[in-house]
């Protein structure tokens, strides 16, 4: 195992550089990944769901 120097920083500082990469932002236009967000948790919420149900009805089933 390596030995500590016992060394840690005093303040960090974090420098925000703009992306040439990144689109421009335009309030007026949604912003693709929060599009790209609400449609994963859609999803999700919606396997979840048939999950459910279908798990439901295999109960409702069983109990006949």
């Known amino acids: 195992m390596a030995k500590r120097k016992g060394t840690t920083a005093k ?17 007026s236009q949604p912003d693709p990944r929060l599009l790209d967000l609400v449609r994963l948790l859609a999803r999700q919420a919606a396997r979840d769901f048939v999950k459910a149900e279908w798990e439901r009805a295999d109960s409702e089933r069983l109990s006949r």
Do not use: Q
């Open 11 to 27: 303040s960090v500082r974090v420098v925000l550089v703009p992306s040439d990469t990144m689109p421009t932002y335009d309030p």
